[in-house]
């Protein structure tokens, strides 16, 4: 299981040494460090937590947290398509320096939420590549703990013809705003519509 520990100014420094008895340590924010240990073990953990002034915040599953390898595994599974990988959610094509791997179902959520979106999507790690998407820096910012929409969206990106229909209904739509615009203009231009906006005594 993964513990999450927050260090206060009333700690004692240094939760690597605290904790380094135990499956892993490592730092996951600023303040905040994730142990990794056995279920059995987490008395001992409060203990530490206890003498050692840290804040126990929360404790989950180790299939609710980010892997170290998930990246990896995204990569081996989809190898770059040719011309490069897209964002899943706004179908920008991605150099591999910009390649960000986005989790759809995001971990703050699955160590926090009741993973109700992951057993309706049917998985059971986070991490499973199925969870997965490549993404630019500014969705994967703009996404950041939503889920709901940017799931649908997340799932429909990956079929190129769902950017088809978008592009189409995007050209429907502008080409219906310049007809408007060009029937509103020649009545204007008839004087029709200003007798029509301006009735005339
Ligand atoms: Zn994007």
Redesign the pocket.
């Known amino acids: 299981m993964y513990i999450e520990i927050l260090t206060t100014s009333r700690s004692r420094k240094d939760p690597y040494r605290a904790f380094r008895r135990f499956l892993s340590v490592r730092r996951t924010g600023k303040n905040m460090y994730r142990v990794q240990a056995e279920e059995q073990q987490l008395r001992k953990v409060r203990r530490i937590c206890r003498r050692r002034h840290y804040e126990l915040v929360r404790t989950y599953p180790e299939n609710r947290g980010r892997s170290d390898s998930y990246r990896q595994a995204f990569l081996r599974h989809y190898p770059r398509p040719f011309g490069g990988y897209r ?6 094509r ?1 150099s591999d320096r910009k390649l960000m791997i986005d989790h759809i179902y995001p971990v703050y959520r699955a160590k926090t939420g009741n993973g109700f979106w992951l057993r309706l999507l049917g998985i059971d790690d986070v991490n499973d590549i199925r969870n997965l998407a490549p ?6 910012t ?1 996404k950041g703990r939503s889920a709901g929409i940017w799931i649908l969206r997340a799932i429909l990106g990956k079929y190129e013809l769902y950017w088809i229909v978008r592009r189409l209904l995007q050209a429907a739509i502008i080409l219906a705003l310049l007809l408007a615009g060009q029937r509103l203009l020649l009545m204007v231009q008839s004087g029709q519509g200003l007798t029509s906006i301006f009735p005339m005594q």
């Open positions: 964002c899943r959610y706004c179908h920008r991605l993404a630019c820096r500014r969705c994967n703009k």
